[in-house]
């Protein structure tokens, strides 16, 4: 769909094509922003951290309400972005996840027969005016680093991508809670998307995104929904963790229980970020001349 | 714990050992769950199905909430029982799951670490006095095999685990629902124990089991809201499938929106078992003389 194209392949774009392309790609004018869109492709791939073995493997997973449709991989190797491999998996077969050497040997038939997935001329949306939000975090301080977002268009569409390097000396073939949906990401047009990142096996105990929605359809406002689940981690089974959530009317929250979480959300012509809890900075998405 | 331990290798006992170990055997006297018992460790082995490259790649998953651990496979090779591996990951690792040629190649040292978890003669439980319900469903008609059980013991405390060498011709490093926490099976003592089979994917985008145990954490029983998900399931995204799920109080059920699901329970002196919707035949446990 092409509100995810927009999430997986929009911050490229921006990215490679820069401004020259005009309005539509006036996000990439803010310092800010495309540092953080810097570090999440940077995490996504070779900056992941390593296994016991000195390997990358990596794990990532989207899903697209509009579509009811779901892509995961885990434990993947030698890709630059497995977030699109994910997406693949989504669009391109009947299956919602595939695991390491499988996925691996499957991409080449894959992205041969993949649509083209890149934003466009001809692309309906423009980057920054074609969501209600655009939230995303990034972490990679310590053990971990994953990056997520979130997304939600204007007919309230949501969406949501999650990709990891999972923790550093982790086991070969160690799966974390980034590709298990539910845990590392769900969304829903009926109650909302969530991103997590944290530490993966309590995440995966909890089944933390679906908790936050299953708040958010009891009648819980984003914020209060993530803070319930997270509250709900901490206290269940000890673990530490963030989310970026919306709902289908365009409130988003990015909430953490960890020390910090980089965090951006992109809605209208206003930036939003913050690191450290209570942080939360503003300022004006510049149109280009 | 001893409870998971009755789940995974309990059947396997009863078949080795026999009725000549006495009383706490005496379900191997019965000649349905034998055959059940067969079918279940059949399937979770040698009986899978094969993937588009003819080879056989397995997932499965335990849950134990009275040490809050989870274990899961997906995608392994060359394991005849590929449960007690994720028994494994779940005692022996700090990650809840591992995949491929990553768990595949950590078996040894796994193996070689792991205390003893066959049933022996100081093992407090007695295999039928141990459970209030000890449910199990197996599927091994057409394109899927899955064989799944939920336990509760006297003092409450839940367990599932489920099995599955997954579709007929998936794509090679294919994952199903069986290793994803809350989607293959899901154990918490505040609300109690599923294990799922069906069509994973569909199983996935609903995350089936820790669907029908917030429906159970809402007020509704074990029957009702594993009906609940179901229907669910089939209304949202066309799947069909099957559960057995259990409370703490020892309520348990075998449903299934599919044509048939073989299943069996055992309660107290009486077996319990049914193929067709709404079947449900009793028969005595026989004491061993």
Redesign the interface.
């Known amino acids: 769909s092409s509100l995810m194209d927009c999430m997986i392949n929009g911050a490229g774009s921006v990215m490679t094509e820069g401004p020259s392309r005009g309005k539509r790609h006036s996000l990439s004018h803010d310092a800010g922003l495309y540092q953080m869109i810097s570090l999440f492709i940077f995490i996504s791939g070779c900056g992941s951290v390593l296994?016991v073995k000195g390997e990358v493997?990596m794990d990532a997973f989207v899903m697209d309400w509009k579509t009811?449709a779901?892509g995961?991989v885990?434990?993947v190797r030698d890709i630059a972005n497995p977030t699109q491999l994910a997406r693949l998996v989504m669009d391109k077969?009947?299956?919602?996840?595939?695991?390491?050497?499988?996925?691996n040997?499957?991409m080449p038939t894959l992205w041969s027969a993949k649509l083209s997935i890149s934003i466009n001329e001809s692309h309906p949306y423009t980057f920054h005016i074609c969501f209600f939000c655009f939230c995303f975090f990034s972490t990679c301080r310590g053990k971990m680093g994953t990056v997520g977002a979130v997304a939600v268009d204007s007919e309230g569409v949501v969406a949501c991508a999650t990709s990891t390097g999972g923790m550093l000396n982790?086991?070969?073939?160690?799966?974390?809670d980034t590709?298990?949906?539910?845990?590392g990401g769900?969304a829903d047009n009926n109650s909302g998307a969530v991103s997590t990142t944290g530490h993966?096996?309590a995440i995966?105990?909890v089944?933390l995104a679906?908790l936050i929605l299953?708040y958010m359809e009891q009648g819980q406002s984003a914020e209060a929904a993530s803070d319930s689940a997270l509250a709900y981690m901490k206290s269940?089974?000890d673990g530490l963790g963030g989310v970026v959530t919306v709902d289908p009317q365009g409130n988003w929250v990015a909430r953490f229980s960890s020390r910090q979480m980089a965090w951006a959300a992109a809605q209208k012509d206003t930036l939003h970020y913050g690191l450290y809890t209570g942080e939360h900075f503003t300022q004006s998405i510049d149109e280009p001349h």
């Open positions: 296994n493997e009811l779901t995961a885990s434990a077969t009947s299956h919602a996840c595939l695991t390491a050497e499988g996925a040997s499957s982790k086991m070969e073939g160690r799966v974390g590709p298990c949906i539910g845990c769900y993966g096996e995966m105990k089944v679906r299953f269940r089974v």
